[in-house]
Structures are given as structure tokens and as C-alpha cells.
């Protein structure tokens, strides 16, 4: 269907009372589900345009989805591949790559980029200019302050062995990561852990602690009456 405002294949699946903005795109084969809000110049579905020399998987993509009650806001783009869980939001001018799995009552925020293949828990909250490399694993609850930097490859593009090392890092449940942080490639966030804004994280970082520093190094426990109930 298209009428010059938008565009939405003709094997697109809507559930019941989607709202869908001005100048929108919604590629072949997209499911979105009941209730689901599309706001304007959004594409959804976009196939991949993969570099001749690109570490990302090139095979055939499955159909974006969009869960019940989610919300995909202005000028933001969702390839295909990708699976979005029940009312969560994807902010205006975000970026959502391919082979992405994203869970329910999730927070992207403003101009966010998250790239192929990361896993994002229930209820992780990431915030405005975030970067979420590829092959990283978010847990449930977790929460990314803004500017927030993360790697995945520690030789950055020099040699062919690299294929085999490219990992983002694996933030754990309830981990928060302040503002500005740079996280290395690989690197593991234990489960409650706290990283001070602006931090180097080099080496993983374990359960409870709170770390700080160019690099970061252990300061202190996190306090309990910070730690998330079960």
C-alpha cells in the first residue's frame, strides 16, 4: 500500500489499532503487533547493505517484529532479523540493526545505535547516544547512561584471526554503566555491578562492585539498599 505519504508492503501483518505516522516505510514480511505506535519517517524492515569486507553475517534475514504496545518513534530505522518485545520503545532517530533481540518494556533511547546481533534483557534501559557494538549481550534491568562507548575488536580490522575473537562486551542483570564509559571489547559487567561515568573499562568488573578510573579499578561494594529485589 502507499499513498504518497507512506509506503507498507503488501504482506505486512498489523495487528488491531496500530497507529502509523506520516512518511513511513514498513518493508515486506514486518509483523507488528496489537496497539503498536509507528511515528513519522520510520522505516522498518530495511534489508542490509553489507561492505565488501564486512564481518556481518550475509545470509537471508527472518521478518522484523514488533511487539504488542511498542513504540517505534520518530526517523528511527529497524532492519529485518530483528525481534522487539511488548511495550517497549525505540526512540527518535535510533538505529536497530539486523539479528537483534530485544526484550519487553526495553528503553532505547534518542539516536542510539545498536548493531547486528546484540541481545537486550527486560526492562534494560539505554540512554540518548548510546553505542551498543555488535555481538554484545545486555541482560534484564540493566541500565546505560548516556554516550555510553562499547568495542568488539581489539585489533580493529588488522588481521583475519580477528574474525574468530569480535565480541562485545556482556553487561550481567541489574549492571549499571555511567555516562561516557568506554567498555572493551569481551569485557564481562558482574551482575549489580556499578561503572562511575566516564570510566576505561579494561578487564571484566565483578558482581556488586562499583569501579572508576583511567582504567577502571575497584573502589568500593555496591551499597544493598541499591540492589535490585528478586
Known sequence: MSDGARHIADDVELGEDVEIGANVVIHAGTKIGDGA???????????????????????ALDPLEIGPGSAVCTGAIVFAGTRIGARSIVGDQAWVRERCEIGDEVVIGRAVCVENGVKIGHRTKIQS????????????????????????????GRTEARHELVKGPHVRRGARVGG????????????????????LVTKDVPAGKLVAGLPARVWRDVPSEEMLED
Do not use: H, W
Open 180 to 199: 561516557g564509559s568506554i567498555l572493551l571489547p569481551g569485557i564481562e559487567i558482574g551482575e549489580e555491578a556499578f561503572v562511575a561515568a566516564g570510566a
Open 37 to 59: 505506535v509507528i511515528q513519522d519517517n520510520v522505516v522498518l524492515g530495511k534489508q542490509p547493505k553489507l561492505g565488501a569486507r564486512s564481518t556481518s553475517k550475509g545470509a
Open 129 to 156: 547516544n548510546a553505542y551498543v557494538t555488535a555481538y554484545s549481550e545486555l541482560e534484564d534491568d540493566v541500565f546505560i547512561a548516556p554516550c555510553v562507548v562499547t568495542t568488539n575488536d581489539n585489533f580493529m
